[in-house]
């Protein structure tokens, strides 16, 4: 464990473990891709095609970070 | 170290011990042979370096057939690159080429044609062959046969399995057209399933299901057998019905390889492209022209190059995200 992790206080750590738990932030990542997919392929409306992608990109890269946060 | 017991082994330990000098000896001599700084650098590497030299060949080969082209792709999708006139002046565009994909109403469509395309499949795909290895796995008389018989589709070659399709679906000679019109009694010469705008989709649909189903069946058969018979056994000491035993012990723990077979046909038909350039080539019109048919036209007629890697990229980054999602929902399912 390094210096800074043992330096820091119960309340902060406890704080850091409660917000970048691994769960939550996988639901959100896979909904996110989810929806980037329903707007690539939608036959509704243009301006959600063009979106899609970045939705896409976005949710791909944030599932990929979230996955090495702890359980 | 205690000796053991001269009885506990096949063979007399004063042969072995031998051996053991015999191969010391060789060692020695082989370490001998060994030029001085070959040993110094051998002696020097750590058991982790070892195994590092071990599987470098292989991580090479992985980064120059897998990673290079992919980082390759994305650096010609940022430029106005054409494949057919490489000493041309090769402009950075920037994201351009993404802007114009993700503003063009042609290849929106061509997204649709593919959503309907992958969903179609898959549903007829599951379904079917969670029926078929079903079936199969009664093990009634001759269940080997006829598994064989089944999986003969999946072994032919698409190019062959298109070529005889295109014969069967000819609305003058092909057997298809006959064999609707035995059903239904309509003409054979009176529809055409390659050249409708209305029914050219579900020929493709139904040469995939034909060629592809047996996979599905092949991995689903797989999920059955897994399943234990002491739990059958168990539900039928406590009196549950058939129907009951399908929905609270055949299907939970078949579902894991349901899901695998949806993944793998998903990506498949994703990138679908040899079945439908052999049957229909995107036609008629464009109302079968899936997203790899957009991107071959845009890749080797039009020769957009860069324009085409960006389109190439966007479907892999779709492809990758939904393959993350599934894996994920995949592992849950398993652990449960």
Not at chain 2, 113 to 142: E, M, N, W
């Amino acid at each position: 464990m390094s210096e800074n992790a043992l330096n820091q206080s119960p309340v902060k750590r406890s704080l850091a473990r409660r917000l970048f738990r691994r769960g939550p932030w996988e639901i959100v990542a896979t909904i996110t891709i989810a929806l980037g997919v329903f707007m690539l392929m939608q036959p509704f409306w243009m301006p959600l095609y063009t979106y899609s992608f970045a939705v896409i990109l976005a949710g791909t890269i944030g599932f990929m970070i979230v996955s090495h946060f702890p359980e | 170290m205690a000796r053991p017991p001269r009885d506990a082994h096949a063979f007399p330990i004063e042969s072995i011990v031998t051996d053991n000098s015999i191969l010391q000896k060789g060692a020695d001599a082989v370490a001998r042979a060994t030029p001085d700084g070959v040993a110094r650098r051998v002696r020097g590497l750590s058991d982790r370096a070892v195994a590092w030299i071990f599987i470098a060949p292989t991580i090479i080969l992985l980064l120059a057939i897998n990673i290079f082209p992919l980082i390759w792709t994305i650096q010609l999708s940022l430029t106005n690159y054409r494949a057919n006139r490489p000493n041309a002046e090769v402009r950075d565009v920037g994201f351009r080429n993404y802007e114009r994909i993700l503003g063009n109403e042609d290849i929106w469509f061509s997204m649709q044609t593919t959503a309907s395309f992958v969903v179609l499949t898959i549903a007829i795909q599951t379904i079917l062959g969670f029926t078929l290895a079903y079936l199969i796995d009664r093990k009634f008389r001759g269940h080997a046969f006829w598994t064989t018989i089944i999986l003969i589709p999946m072994m032919l070659s698409p190019a062959v399995v298109g070529n005889f399709w295109r014969f069967l679906y000819q609305p003058q000679i092909g057997l298809f057209n006959y064999v609707v019109s035995f059903f239904t009694g309509a003409e054979p010469s009176s529809f055409t399933m390659l050249g409708d705008v209305d029914l050219a989709m579900w020929a493709i649909v139904i040469v995939d299901t034909w060629m592809w189903t047996p996979y599905t069946m092949l991995i689903c058969l797989a999920g059955l057998r897994s399943i234990p018979d002491y739990i059958y056994e168990a539900a039928e000491v406590d009196r549950a019905s058939a129907w009951r035993r399908f929905w609270s012990i055949t299907l939970p723990m078949a579902l894991p390889f349901v899901m695998l077979a949806v993944l793998f046909r998903g990506i498949e038909n994703f990138k679908m492209f040899d079945m439908v350039n052999l049957l229909t080539g995107g036609g008629p019109g464009s109302i079968t022209e899936v997203a790899s048919i957009t991107l071959k036209r845009q890749a080797f007629e039009a020769w957009r190059t860069g324009y085409s890697s960006a389109f190439a990229i966007i479907l892999f980054v779709t492809v990758f995200g939904l393959g993350s999602i599934y894996v994920k929902a995949l592992n849950r399912v398993k652990q449960r």
